[in-house]
């Protein structure tokens, strides 16, 4: 079935540092790649979604390229700052081999900036 | 933005007893889903509803889970009888339609069975 993989968490940064997750995925065709954000005592929330391959998503500073030829879909900000603290999920949906409907998550990757 | 909430925010129940989760999905959303995710693991699908049925559900949607939305009330997951590997939490989503539209994540419950 379809997969995700992302950077294992915590990762702690300094403000205003770059921040990337990484994120690769598996499926038999090509999904509707998404990025969600969690903070504390909410419910994930969709930061930007990318249906089509070698486009690129973007909100709040955040982008990211969906890149076919590496199945890849890694997060970035060119300047972390401490309302970014949060968790951060990958997301991937693919109606042509899974569920019309159905999300596949990444494990997550809390981040953590601090004072620099 | 539209908000989806969850009752109760936390559950503890012995092993055996019957145990529902409430969803109050966004007002004009058509679609309803319930997610899964273990401490630690990945977040994981167990089912979607539309027009009163069960429109898709995964292999983590036992016998033992039940969904409804009755008119105008909350959209439900009872789990009847529960077992230990059932503690989790439950998160509810709700959609105003399919093809990669946007769904909206309620807080979630976090479901302990003793």
């Known amino acids: 079935g379809d997969s995700v993989t992302q950077t294992e968490g915590p990762v702690t940064l300094s403000e205003g540092t770059s921040l990337t997750v990484n994120c690769s995925y598996e499926t038999k065709q090509y999904p509707t790649l998404f990025w969600y954000v969690q903070y504390p005592g909410e419910g994930p929330q969709l930061l930007f979604k990318v249906p089509k391959a070698n486009e690129k998503g973007s909100n709040r500073g955040f982008e990211a390229t969906y890149n076919k030829e590496a199945t890849s879909f890694h997060l970035q900000k060119a300047s972390v700052q401490e309302s970014d603290s949060a968790v951060y999920y990958c997301?991937?949906?693919?109606?042509?081999?899974?569920?019309?409907?159905?999300?596949?998550f990444g494990s997550g990757t809390k981040v953590i900036p601090c004072l620099p | 933005g539209p908000k989806v909430l969850q009752i109760p925010s936390h559950q503890i129940i012995d092993m055996g007893q019957m145990v529902t989760l409430n969803c109050d999905p966004v007002s004009n959303h058509l679609y309803f889903y319930w997610y899964k995710q273990i401490l630690g693991q990945q977040m994981e699908f167990l089912v979607n509803f539309y027009n009163g049925k069960v429109m898709e559900k995964s292999k983590l949607f036992k016998d033992q889970f039940s969904v409804e939305r009755p008119d105008g009330s909350y959209f439900t997951l009872k789990i009847q009888p529960t077992a230990l590997e059932d503690s989790a939490v439950y998160f509810c989503?709700?959609?105003?339609?399919?093809?990669?539209?946007?769904?909206?994540f309620g807080p979630g419950t976090r479901l302990t069975v003793l």
């Open positions: 997301a991937l949906s693919d109606p042509q081999t899974g569920f019309a409907s159905a999300l596949t």
């Open positions: 989503a709700s959609s105003l339609g399919l093809g990669g539209l946007e769904q909206y």
